[in-house]
């Protein structure tokens, strides 16, 4: 199994709602990843997990809240988005980080509207 | 200047013809990953280099880290590999991080 699970593949939410973005990979991989990615831009990353721990969180505003439940899953809570919030949300996956990070493994992504 | 520069940033090529996409970055890297992302669809990774040259099917990949390029090369191109190719760069400094390139749109017609 190379795959990186993400649901719901589709998301519209209003600026109050509380959703969450899941992920799911069973490689035995111990680095995850969320990435955010804008219409025509390159992703940016916004959190990094080693080991089930948060190692990266590149100043992602708190109405963002990744969580890693347990070496599999990576979950992404979201709370009063706003509209420029709207984007493609991706999670990845990778045996390690730093260095040797190795191959990275993307899933297809969350489309997020927040209306 | 962005550290990772990818060149064309446009490209349509006719069915069957010889595609090659350009990188140049500016860092010191421990790894260069090729990406390719169909409009709307997630990320598929397409090779990872950190010497040397890489093949997979009709797709070759080639690193010249001295003079810090890359190049990913498509032989016998098909509509079907119509999509956005990305070159991406894990730092020396800050290899959890990817440095993405702006992409290169390929549309290849029949």
């Known amino acids: 199994d190379t795959e990186v699970t993400q649901t719901p593949k589709h998301l519209v939410m209003g600026m109050t709602n509380k959703k969450s973005l899941k992920c799911e990979q069973h490689m035995g991989h111990r680095a995850m990843y969320w990435y955010k990615q804008k219409a025509k831009k390159p992703p940016e990353l916004m959190f990094v997990y080693s080991y089930e721990k948060l190692s990266i969180n590149e100043s992602v505003p708190s109405r963002f809240s990744p969580e890693c439940p347990n070496s599999s899953l990576l979950n992404l809570h979201l709370h009063a988005l706003q509209p420029e919030d709207s984007a493609l949300y991706l999670c990845a996956s990778s045996p390690a980080r730093g260095v040797n990070t190795g191959e990275l493994f993307f899933g297809e992504g969350s489309r997020l509207t927040v209306l | 200047k962005n550290e990772v520069e990818q060149s064309p940033q446009n490209l349509t090529a006719q069915e069957g013809e010889f595609i090659t996409i350009n990188c140049s970055y500016s860092?010191?890297?421990?790894?260069l990953h090729w990406l390719q992302q169909h409009p709307g669809g997630g990320i598929v990774s397409l090779f990872m280099l950190s010497s040397g040259k890489k093949k997979h099917g009709r797709l070759i990949a080639t690193i010249n880290i001295q003079e810090k390029h890359s190049s990913l090369h498509i032989t016998a191109s098909h509509p079907r590999d119509s999509a956005v190719y990305i070159c991406a760069v894990r730092n020396t400094g800050t290899a959890s991080k990817l440095t993405f390139g702006t992409g290169t749109r390929l549309q290849v017609t029949l």
């Open positions: 860092v010191g890297i421990s790894a």
